[in-house]
């Protein structure tokens, strides 16, 4: 499957973006989707993760209550609504799909398989 992410760009502290995430290729409901985002000079750090259908999701605890994750299955999208953004959530943004992730709370960017190339998000103060 390729990914495709986008919506990225600079806002100011306080403000929202909405990231999308086009697939195409494969089966877009046969994938578990997640966003992962990488600071400079950081570790790529998991954001928050869909199950196939949509009906389950996972964030990481800094982004709970701020972001929200979903997916349209007949558009092969996944999207990410971020709010109440902070200069601390300043990264290039990624997303990630894999058929065989058993568990939303898979923090470790090695066990998913495809990645978008991302979007930068500029946070300023």
């Known amino acids: 499957v390729q990914l495709q992410a986008s919506g990225g760009g600079l806002v100011q502290a306080g403000g929202s973006l909405r990231l999308s995430c086009a697939a195409s290729?494969?089966?877009?409901?046969?994938?578990?989707m997640g966003w992962f985002r990488q600071a400079p000079g950081k570790e790529r750090e998991y954001v928050a993760g869909?199950?196939?259908?949509?009906?389950?999701?996972y964030y990481a605890d800094s982004m709970k209550g701020r972001f929200t994750i979903w997916r349209d299955n007949a558009k092969s999208t996944v999207y990410l609504q971020m709010n109440s953004l902070s200069p601390e959530d300043t990264a290039i943004y990624y997303c990630?799909?894999?058929?065989?992730?058993?568990?939303?709370?898979?923090?470790?960017?090695?066990?998913?398989?495809?990645w978008g190339k991302g979007t930068q998000v500029t946070v300023s103060s």
């Open positions: 990630a799909a894999d058929p065989y992730i058993r568990s939303l709370a898979t923090y470790d960017p090695t066990a998913w398989n495809y």
């Open positions: 290729g494969r089966t877009f409901r046969n994938y578990v």
């Open positions: 869909i199950s196939w259908g949509g009906g389950s999701e």
